[in-house]
């Protein structure tokens, strides 16, 4: 049974930063897209950023290029978001999530596994 078990999120000042954390198991994620959306109140589920397991390749949202990264940790079965000049608008809830057959890496719909989510909050 795959778990995807989000941590990391809180309150910082615009400005700031946060690294969020997604701890994978229940499965051998070498040949999966892992990705990282975000769900503010009142709005749709979006797309942050994506990166496919076994060659490192990432995607990003254009919101959030330059400031974000993705990263993974093979050993620690771990995907890490790397937040830096955080701005109010990139508040909201965060969720980490996983497919074996993602082509379409943007789309919420195509993954399989959701986290519970982590609260980011950046106030101004």
């Known amino acids: 049974q795959v778990q995807l078990v989000e941590s990391g999120g809180g309150l910082v000042q615009a400005g700031g930063s946060l690294r969020l954390s997604c701890a994978a198991s229940?499965?051998?994620?070498?040949?999966?897209?892992m990705g990282w959306f975000r769900q503010a109140p009142g709005k749709e589920r979006e797309f942050v950023a994506t990166?496919?397991?076994?060659?490192?390749?990432?995607y990003y949202a254009d919101s959030v290029k330059g400031r974000f990264t993705i990263s993974r940790d093979n050993d620690k079965n771990t995907v890490y978001l790397q937040m830096i000049s955080l701005k109010p608008e990139d508040t909201a809830v965060y969720y980490c999530?996983?497919?074996?057959?993602?082509?379409?890496?943007?789309?919420?719909?195509?993954?399989?596994?959701w986290g519970q989510g982590t609260q980011v909050t950046v106030s101004s």
């Open positions: 999530a996983a497919g074996p057959r993602v082509i379409a890496i943007t789309r919420p719909d195509e993954f399989d596994y």
């Open positions: 229940g499965r051998t994620f070498s040949s999966y897209a």
């Open positions: 990166i496919r397991w076994s060659i490192g390749r990432t």
